[in-house]
């Protein structure tokens, strides 16, 4: 599945990056709020992985953009803003989850995986249709029960 990251520190980017595509993702980054504007736009993505504070747009700003736009993408916003209103306001800003670095990457996955099961309206990791299902856990796809 294909993930938006959203980060403009170069050592924990490429630290994502690399550990997202080691477990399964596909990976675009971007490093600035306007880029991350226009690739939220353009859409597609199983989930976005925001910062907040980012050059020439600030995430709360994107985050604010693309929700009055209509897009329901799975956000979770991964930041060093840890104060109480921080987090209030990204959250009732759209945002599904709300991490403060640093984290365990395990559980962001596990966050990640969460947020694509609300939005696909399943309480389960498994999701697809009677024919093709793919297990968000295990990265199993199975085809009539094969």
Known sequence: ???????????????????????????DWVKEGMLAQSAMDEGGYACVLL??????????????????????????????????????????VGADDYLVKPYEFRELLARMRAGIRRRDGAAHSVIGSDTVQLDLTTREVLVQGE
Do not use: C, F, Y
Request: net charge negative.
């Open 1 to 27: 599945m294909r993930v938006l990251l959203v980060e403009d520190d170069e050592m924990i980017g490429q630290s994502l990056h690399k550990a997202l595509e080691a477990n399964g993702w596909s990976v």
């Open 51 to 92: 910062d907040l504070g980012l050059p020439r747009r600030d995430g709360i700003e994107v985050l604010r953009t693309a929700r009055a736009k209509g897009d329901r993408t799975p956000v979770l916003v991964l930041t060093a803003r840890d104060g109480l209103d921080d987090r209030i306001t990204g959250l009732d």
